[in-house]
């Protein structure tokens, strides 16, 4: 009677510990990873009383993006490793991100190494469902397969009793009142969800839609800005579910314990509204047969919203050298955009340096009932550039020895100064030809210290370019709306040609567009030549397209990933800096 009796507790305690219990979610670990941060989150999960029953996160657990697998091998030995002390102990469902599954083709790597992508399980009377848009660019896209399979749990969940889905990349950017996909959320609605937990954007968001919570957790290890105010310092989550209710606390790296309604909808849907209201006129310049000196910067506005908003532009001198640059007629103003009404702003400018390379930047400031929203925005500047067409093929041996280039109408830039300034090591000459069948370019990378270039010494790669000086190019057609072609280049000649959408880093490397390449190093710059067929990129004939070229350099990363060129579309890669704050 006694053992009957001892079994009856035991089970009443296995019982009660799967109707009330404990988890925890990680956060982004990858996506510019800081060091030390991972492991000092973990070290604080490992503390907590009581303890979580199971572990789980919202993706980006490796670096990924690479194609070999040994190296992706010793990714995962490095994240196991971390994870030691976990997974020892407590049950672990990981979720996949777009670092963990960059392409298709290492799938079946993945699959084989660490299990399914998607799949679902039960904790007590509550299900788990795990999805996997790793590298689809809508975020709400998913394949037939993984469709059905949602559907089924769906529909065998009628009477669970919380329904939680976790996949990695969000349906929206700031807030659920965004216009988001509704085809997933419809699936949502219909099946019964009641949270749906994300990441991918590395900061904390909590809103509500149609009664189905909508968690971002932000990152754990990835890149973070520190600020506790709107989620993007360092965290992770910690869950406890019970009969009465789901309690999600996000912790912070520092230890403060904030509630589900730390940084919530309600105080981004005004920054969503304004900012999608937000429109830069574009200036455009005309390189080859004169170049403008003076114009006017032009910000529209429409306010979408049921009350007044007024707003205030500030140029920001220090960081855009308005002083150098440009001369503007006011450096900041004030509007009052009425309810369901559009106004503008505009400012005179003229130039000082006789030609414009970047647009200034703009501090833009919302005030709106008790929130004061504010956004860093440039003009996108537009040039068009008159292109010579070459008398005879050009020869692709990296030399740049024929008439055209000579004359080219491109030459020596730099993002802080104007043409022919004196070269260091970020200045850049570019230039562009065509004959009928091609598109050639020309490119001098100049370096006073050619030896310090970094470069692998295992020779040239194809599609993958490891932590090297490089530079790149972004073509567009002006009537694709889609995507855009990437090329890029660096001192060892490695080549990276495929094709991009807007937007995302989801790249299609089976597009082999440059016909040849050739990079030589120089005694005081690396240089070189390529050149596309109009066939490859689209075209029947020779027509006018979007270019732009940034050149990071990995030896200064405070210059990393700064804009030379910015000749195409407000659409195209790295040429809109945009960044936001909420107070």
């Not at 993002?415 to 970020?426: E, K, Q, S």
């Not at 000649?493 to 937007?503: E, F, K, R, T, V």
Request: proline content about 5%; aromatic content about 14%.
């Amino acid at each position: 009677m006694k053992k009957v009796s001892l079994f009856i507790i035991s089970l009443f305690i296995f019982l009660n510990a799967q109707e009330s219990y404990r988890f925890v979610i990680l956060g982004d670990r990858t996506g510019s990873a800081q060091d030390g941060v991972f492991p000092k989150i973990i070290d604080q999960t490992l503390k907590l009383t009581p303890s979580p029953l199971f572990y789980t996160n919202v993706g980006d657990q490796i670096q990924g993006y690479s194609k070999d697998t040994a190296e992706l091998s010793e990714q995962w030995k490095e994240f196991d490793s971390e994870m030691k002390t976990i997974t020892e102990k407590y049950k672990y469902y990981p979720i996949y991100g777009n670092h963990d599954i960059t392409y298709d083709n290492v799938e079946p790597y993945h699959n084989k190494k660490r299990g399914p992508s998607y799949y679902s399980y039960d904790i007590g009377p509550d299900r788990f469902i795990v999805l996997d848009n790793s590298r689809f660019n809508n975020p709400a896209k998913i394949d037939k397969a993984q469709l059905a399979f949602l559907k089924k749990t769906l529909n065998e969940s009628k009477k669970v009793r919380n329904l939680f889905c976790f996949y990695h990349k969000p349906m929206f950017d700031a807030t659920p009142r965004e216009p988001i996909m509704d085809d997933l959320h419809k699936l949502f609605k219909e099946g019964g969800v009641d949270y749906v937990i994300n990441g991918h954007y590395h900061r904390y968001n909590h809103g509500i839609r149609d009664n189905i919570h909508y968690v971002t957790i932000g990152s754990s290890g990835g890149r973070s800005d520190g600020k506790k105010k709107d989620g993007s310092i360092h965290h992770y989550a910690v869950v406890d579910v019970s009969a009465k209710e789901v309690n999600i606390k996000p912790i912070t790296i520092d230890g403060d314990t904030m509630n589900i309604n730390w940084v919530v909808d309600s105080s981004k849907v005004a920054y969503w509204k304004v900012m999608c209201g937000l429109t830069i006129n574009p200036i455009e310049l005309t390189w080859k047969d004169s170049l403008l000196n003076s114009g006017v910067f032009k910000f529209n506005f429409k306010n979408d919203l049921s009350y007044d908003v007024t707003l205030n532009i500030e140029w920001q001198p220090n960081e855009t050298y308005t002083d150098k640059q440009y001369q503007l007629s006011a450096l900041n103003g004030t509007m009052l955009v009425k309810k369901d009404s559009t106004g503008s702003i505009s400012f005179d400018f003229k130039t000082v340096s006789g030609q414009i390379l970047t647009g200034p930047l703009a501090k833009v400031t919302a005030f709106h009932k008790n929130d004061t929203i504010t956004f860093l925005r440039r003009p996108l500047i537009q040039k068009t550039i008159g292109v010579d067409r070459t008398a005879k093929p050009v020869i692709i041996d990296g030399e740049h020895n024929e008439e055209i280039w000579v004359k080219a109408a491109m030459r020596v830039q730099n993002t802080f100064g104007g043409l022919n300034r004196v070269v260091d090591y970020d200045s850049t000459w570019t230039a562009l030809s065509y004959d009928d069948k091609n598109l050639y370019v020309a490119f001098k990378c100049y370096d006073p210290s050619p030896d310090s270039i970094v470069k692998p010494e295992n020779g040239p790669e194809k599609d993958s370019i490891k932590d090297e000086d490089l530079i790149r190019f972004f073509i567009s057609s002006f009537d694709d709306t889609a995507h855009y072609k990437i090329i890029y280049l660096s001192p060892s000649g490695s080549l990276i040609d495929a094709i991009a959408p807007y937007y995302e880093d989801d790249y299609d490397y089976k597009w082999n567009g440059v016909d040849e390449s050739k990079v030589l190093t120089k005694s005081n710059m690396w240089q070189g030549e390529f050149k596309v067929s109009w066939k490859s990129l689209g075209f029947k004939k020779p027509t006018p397209f979007y270019i732009n070229c940034k050149r990071p350099s990995f030896r200064f990363p405070k210059r990393k990933g700064k804009v030379f060129l910015q000749l195409p579309s407000d659409m195209m890669h790295g040429t809109d800096a945009k960044t936001f704050i909420i107070k």
